[in-house]
């Protein structure tokens, strides 16, 4: 699978949410950058959040932010000395 700009848009979009609430949403103004606007529409679309311009985290869109968030700490983690681990 290839990172496309879209892709890597909608995964700017879910970094946005908190994951340590529910009850805190998004709301992507209609003066925001072009491609997060079209990434909320498309998160929107795909069923990850309840609305349009951001809303809240549905239940997948809530797996979805948690593993994109995620993965981006693990990939900013500065390694530690000992190096990675064996497999």
Known sequence: MK???????????????NLNTTQEGIKVHSTAA??????????????LITQADGGYLTG????AAEHAQTLITILTTEPTAAGPEPR
Not at 60 to 63: F, I, R, S, T, V
Request: a negative charge; aromatic letters at 4%.
């Open 3 to 17: 990172l496309t700009p879209e892709l890597i848009e909608e995964l700017e979009v879910l970094t946005l949410f």
């Open 34 to 47: 072009s491609g997060a606007i079209a990434a909320t529409r498309r998160l929107h679309d795909k069923g």
């Open 60 to 63: 997948l869109g809530h797996d």
